[in-house]
């Protein structure tokens, strides 16, 4: 069974940076390149929204708000996904989550169908 579990939430002052982590576990037998993971965040009183995805070969895609200031990363031999988020921003308090998805579906695909793995998600505070 897959599990994903983050780190690296906490909280900093508007302009700073942090860099979040996710360690997928029991992914063994899945495909290291036919897969889609991403970060989602969910802020008080608003529902979860996508954050950035990466595909098979790397392939990567951002939301428009976080273009510029967000990098989504993978190292494939620690099976660990990143996300690395610079010039932060009060409005991007929220709890991010990991997510992944080894059916060999595209972002968008997995974005509708739904991602069969989570994570529990970590705190990230940006004050003004």
């Known amino acids: 069974q897959v599990q994903l579990v983050e780190s690296g939430g906490g909280s900093v002052q508007a302009g700073g940076s942090l860099r979040l982590s996710c360690v997928a576990s029991g992914t063994a037998y899945r495909s290291k390149t036919n897969y889609c993971m991403a970060w989602f965040r969910q802020s008080p009183g608003k529902e979860r929204e996508p954050v950035a995805f990466i595909e098979g070969e790397d392939s990567t895609r951002y939301e428009d708000s976080v273009k510029g200031r967000f990098t989504i990363s993978k190292d494939n031999a620690k099976d660990i996904l990143y996300l690395q988020m610079n010039s932060l921003k009060p409005e991007d308090t929220a709890i991010y989550y990991c997510?992944?998805?080894?059916?060999?579906?595209?972002?968008?695909?997995?974005?509708?169908?739904?991602?069969?793995?989570w994570g529990q998600g970590t705190q990230v505070t940006v004050s003004s």
């Open positions: 997510a992944a998805d080894y059916r060999g579906l595209t972002a968008i695909q997995a974005l509708r169908l739904g991602f069969s793995y």
